[in-house]
């Protein structure tokens, strides 16, 4: 199947469709924090964002990114330790190794 941008707060991201889904139809990336990245404030299509949480787990660490664009939306990125603090602004967009990006049509609530 081949790769859709997905409109975010920060522009586009490409995912791979799990399902049939239409243009305009409401949905879902998800995206594995293998997937994602600590990028350059500025890069394009990045996502700002807050480090609340960060967890070690050897020579890389999980971080837990609340994004400023839309409130209570959170990621969690897959780095190396000591890439950010908690606290840190930072800027978040697709990395280039892990599985691709995975779109879902959203349940209707």
Known sequence: M???PAELGGGAWDGVPAEDISDGD???LVVRPESLALVPSGTSGALSGRVEER???GPVTYYLIALTAQEGAEVEV???SG?????????VGPGTSGPAAR???REAS
């Open 103 to 105: 779109i879902f049509k």
């Open 2 to 4: 081949p790769g859709l």
């Open 55 to 57: 967890r070690y787990a």
């Open 83 to 91: 890439a950010a603090a908690e606290g840190d602004t930072v800027a």
């Open 78 to 80: 897959l780095a190396p």
């Open 26 to 28: 409401p949905a879902e």
